[in-house]
C-alpha cells in the first residue's frame, strides 16, 4: 500500500471525491458530460455504434448499463465500484444473446480499470 492510498484511507469516506468527480479531472470535462463520456469509455468497441443507435431512436437497450455507470459515478472507493458491478451484473435488463455473446454493453473490466486510474490520477494530483 502506498503512502497516497494510506493517507486516503484515513480520509472519512463521506469527504473523498466520487469516481464521477475524479473522472472529469482527469479528462478534462464539465461533471454532466460524464455519464455520456464515461459510458462510451467503457463499452465494448461494438456496443458504441448501438448506443448511438438506442440514443437516436430513444430506446432503452442500454438501461441497465446507464444505471451502472450512474451507481458507479457515486462511488467513493473501488470496492463500491464492485458492489455496483455486482449489481450491474445481476440488473434485468442485462439478459440476452446480443448483450453476452456479442458484448454490445458494457465491460465490467473497463469500468474498473478505468476507475482505478482516475483514482491514482486524484491521488497524484493532490
Known sequence: MTLSERVEDSIPEAQRPT???CYCTLRRINRDQFQKRFLAEVCYPQ???????SRLL???WFTADVEAVKDTGSCRSQEDVLTAITAYRHHPMNRGAL???LR????????LRVSRDAWRA?????
Not at 47 to 53: E, F, N, T, Y
Not at 105 to 111: C, D, G, K, P
Open 104 to 111: 454490445v454493453r458494457i465491460s465490467a473490466r473497463r469500468v
Open 122 to 126: 486524484s491521488r497524484s494530483a493532490s
Open 99 to 101: 448483450r453476452r455473446w
Open 47 to 53: 456496443a458504441r455504434p448501438w448506443l448511438w443507435i
Open 19 to 21: 469516481l464521477a468527480d
Open 58 to 60: 430513444r430506446q432503452p
